[in-house]
């Protein structure tokens, strides 16, 4: 006798709207069609470009420059847009937005997410803010790629009083796609990513800065023999402008607070060189090589 085929998982959603087809908003669309988690899917993006992009490539059904055409009758809506943007968008959207229909985000700042958009938010939608951390340098609807958030954490911070069935749904989706899924305290969120993210992209526009303002032999130099370090400092550095600005200004206080800590340890540093003080680097390198070890075993390098 022939067995039956296994039955594919219902989707999860009828409509999804990505506002915002770069990167995250283009590999988010691919792996949930690959997936299966929608019945159609539109793009909504101010980029003419990027808006024909969206249905050349099949990325989504369809593709539209006009929120309010654009939200219209969808039930999960994705902003993954500049985080800068998405207030404003918030309020351009809300009165379109369908009852029930859950709003949620891909941004690397999670509470002024939450003070700008969730406000705008009618009582009868769902606003579930999130984050998955992935990323390259390249941006763009043809960047992007459905694995992009295979073995990645997905982080989720619902404001208080959020539906749990709304959340569990998003938290579904993410895992639909290979991602793991953590709920976490948004301001929590926002002191981890400010180490974990935020500082070493400072640190690396820093450094590939100083080298952009060397005279023009050496800098040609610095170019031609760069070694690895320095290459993988102009690869964070040639993230989205645009992104990184919005991130570093909508997460001051903790980006100053870790980097107030981060100039303390390097005087630190600096300190011990002068000296020539060679156990205190050693030890210090030593504890610093077990960070690279433990990223390893968690499976995020």
Not at 11 to 30: E, H, K, Q, T
Not at 80 to 99: D, F, M, S, Y
Not at 126 to 134: E, K, Q, R, T
Not at 202 to 221: C, H, P, R
């Amino acid at each position: 006798m022939a067995k039956a085929s296994p039955r594919k998982p219902k989707p999860l959603f009828d409509r999804v709207c990505f506002i915002g087809i770069g990167l995250i908003g283009s590999s988010l669309a691919r792996a949930m069609r690959r997936a299966g988690l929608a019945g159609s899917y539109v793009a909504c993006d101010r980029n003419p470009k990027h808006v024909k992009a969206a249905v050349k490539l099949g990325i989504t059904d369809e593709a539209t420059r006009d929120y309010a055409k654009a939200v219209t009758g969808a039930d999960l809506i994705v902003i993954a847009t500049p985080v800068g943007t998405n207030g404003e968008i918030a309020r351009l959207i809300a009165p379109h937005l369908k009852k029930g229909a859950i709003v949620t985000d891909v941004g690397s700042v999670k509470r002024m997410v939450i003070d700008s958009v969730a406000r705008h938010i009618p009582k009868d939608v769902h606003f579930v803010p999130a984050h998955p951390i992935a990323g390259t340098e390249h941006s763009g609807p043809e960047a992007g790629f459905p694995e992009l958030f295979e073995n990645r954490w997905c982080i989720l911070t619902p404001p208080k009083r959020t539906s749990a069935k709304a959340v569990g749904k998003v938290a579904e989706l993410w895992r639909r796609i290979g991602a793991k899924v953590e709920t976490m305290d948004p301001d929590h969120h926002d002191k981890v990513l400010a180490i974990t993210s935020h500082l070493p992209h400072l640190i690396a526009y820093t450094i590939v800065g100083t080298a952009t303002d060397l005279s023009g032999d050496l800098k040609q130099e610095v170019i031609k023999y760069s070694a690895s370090g320095f290459r993988d400092f102009t690869r964070i550095a040639a993230s989205d402008p645009i992104m990184w600005r919005d991130v570093f200004l909508n997460n001051r206080d903790a980006v100053l607070e870790i980097l107030q800590r981060f100039t303390e340890d390097l005087t630190a540093m600096q300190r011990a060189i002068r000296k020539g003080d060679g156990p205190m680097l050693e030890d210090h390198f030593t504890r610093t090589r077990a960070i690279r070890r433990s990223i390893i075993g968690a499976k995020q390098a």
